[in-house]
Antibody, heavy 119, light 106 residues
Framework: QVQLQESGPGLVKPSETLSLTCTVSGGSISSYYWSWIRQPPGEGLEWIGYIYYSGSANYNPSLKSRVTISVDTSKNQFSLKLSSVTAADTAVYYC?????????????WGQGTTVTVSS | EIVLTQSPATLSLSPGERATLSCRASQSVSSYLAWYQQKAGQAPRLLIYDASNRATGIPARFSGSGSGTDFTLTISSLEPEDFAVYYCQQRSNWPTFGQGTKLKIK
């Protein structure tokens, strides 16, 4: 079955850019929307944005000025870049598959990767 | 932004009891609402999509209902593994999550 795996640095300095990649295995990245979600320590879930395999993306308005999500279909990967990070961006970052643009539900999730923003 | 408010924040029940969790939206989301279960140190797991459809592999004791602004997740008879945090999520405009309900053992 489809599996997702996040990868990237676990420590990022303030003001720098956080970069993460999600690798899709066991299936194709095509024909689905793919999301990034984060969860600060002890808090709830926040959707960051999603991308379609064609490259069309949509972002959380509260993060839109700092976020870029891209896709590489040849590698079956999609990526997150979050610029000008602060301690408030410290969180577990998850990638997930959206069941469909007209469906409410993310049915496959990565295990999550912890990113700490600190000097 | 559509705000989802979950109640109660914490629910204390015993195995075998029935659990009823609520999610209220600040404006109508039609049936575009999902429910997730999250255990400590794990990623969320999709339980219910589009308000009332069980995701693949989810036991029949989990059911979802509602439309518009008021939604309910019901666990008919609690199993020990059901004690966790539950989140609702809507997908109108852009996805947002509720703040979660912690289901704990009484």
């Amino acid at each position: 079955q489809v599996q997702l795996q996040e990868s990237g640095p676990g420590l990022v300095k303030p003001s720098e850019t956080l970069s993460l990649t999600c690798t899709v295995s066991g299936g194709s990245i095509s024909s689905y929307y793919w999301s990034w979600i984060r969860q600060p320590p002890g808090e709830g879930l926040e959707w960051i944005g999603y991308i379609y395999y064609s490259g069309s993306a949509n972002y959380n308005p509260s993060l839109k000025s700092r976020v870029t999500i891209s896709v590489d279909t040849s590698k079956n990967q999609f990526s997150l870049k979050l610029s000008s990070v602060t301690a408030a961006d410290t969180a577990v970052y998850y990638c997930a598959r959206n069941m469909g643009i007209a469906v409410a539900g993310m049915d496959v999730w990565g295990q999550g990767t912890t990113v700490t923003v600190s000097s | 932004e559509i705000v989802l408010t979950q109640s109660p924040a914490t629910l204390s029940l015993s195995p075998g009891e029935r659990a009823t969790l609520s999610c209220r939206a600040s404006q109508s989301v039609s049936s575009y609402l999902a429910w997730y279960q999250q255990k400590a140190g794990q990623a969320p797991r999709l339980l219910i999509y589009d308000a009332s459809n069980r995701a693949t592999g989810i036991p029949a004791r989990f059911s979802g209902s509602g439309s518009g602004t008021d939604f309910t997740l019901t666990i008919s008879s609690l199993e020990p593994e059901d004690f966790a945090v539950y989140y609702c999520q809507q997908r109108s405009n852009w996805p947002t999550f509720g703040q979660g309900t912690k289901l704990k053992i009484k």
